[in-house]
Antibody, heavy 120, light 107 residues
Framework: EVQLVESGGGLVQPGGSLRLSCEAS????????MNWVRQAPGKGLEWVAN????????YYVDSVMGRFTISRDNAKNSLDLQMNSLRAEDTAVYYC?????????????WGQGTLVTVSS | DIQLTQSPSFLSASVGDRVTITCRAS??????LAWYQQKPGKTPKLLIY???TLQSGVPSRFSGSGSGTDFTLTISSLQPEDFATYYC?????????FGPGTKVDIK
């Protein structure tokens, strides 16, 4: 069974930084687009960013452009999200999610999520 | 950005009911639409991809239809385990976007 395990969440002050990681296993990681999706407490889902299989293409939602950076290490089967200049509105559970093979969206496997709280 | 609207936002239904949820896109997205189910405290589950293809392992009472701007998710006979929130997602254009969700509750 595919496994995605996020880590790195926590409490951070506004303006601070945090790096999320997602460890992938039991599938051929370098064959899939990977996504980060977040969900603020009690709110709906928001797509944050994704990255192509070889890392050559990266896309972001406007609200995080210039502040967040998605990256991957195919040798380590890992996906990262570097988050800088954090704001209160970035508070959410962040999910790592695998896109269906051959697509850049439509996520068939999700991690359990890691909570990021931005507060002073 | 492509906006997705869902209707209704909330619906109350009984076991055995036929339920239809609508997702409308602000511009033509062809069939680049997925549907998810999310239960409280759980991660989203992919139900339907490319608008009408049932994801492996998903019961056949779920079906999706539509293309262009108007899409529907239908549950032919609602089961107790189907009470959840349902989201549509478009991946036609960046940024990818989700609809606001439809909560299906027990009547």
């Amino acid at each position: 069974e595919v496994q995605l395990v996020e880590s790195g969440g926590g409490l951070v002050q506004p303006g601070g930084s945090l790096r999320l990681s997602c460890e992938a296993s039991r599938f051929t990681f370098n064959s899939y687009w990977m996504n980060w999706v977040r969900q603020a407490p009690g709110k709906g889902l928001e797509w944050v960013a994704n990255i192509k299989q070889d890392g050559s293409e990266k896309y972001y939602v406007d609200s995080v452009m210039g502040r967040f950076t998605i990256s991957r290490d195919n040798a380590k089967n890992s996906l990262d999200l570097q988050m800088n200049s954090l704001r209160a509105e970035d508070t959410a559970v962040y999910y790592c999610a695998r896109a269906l093979r051959g697509y850049n969206g439509q996520c068939d496997y999700w991690g359990q999520g890691t909570l990021v709280t931005v507060s002073s | 950005d492509i906006q997705l609207t869902q209707s209704p936002s909330f619906l109350s239904a009984s076991v055995g009911d036929r339920v239809t949820i609508t997702c409308r896109a602000s511009q033509d997205i062809s069939s680049y639409l997925a549907w998810y189910q999310q239960k409280p405290g759980k991660t989203p589950k992919l139900l339907i991809y490319v608008a009408s293809t049932l994801q492996s392992g998903v019961p056949s009472r779920f079906s999706g239809s539509g293309s262009g701007t108007d899409f529907t998710l239908t549950i032919s006979s609602l089961q107790p385990e189907d009470f959840a929130t349902y989201y549509c997602q478009q991946f036609h254009s960046y940024p990818q976007t989700f609809g606001p969700g439809t909560k299906v509750d027990i009547k």
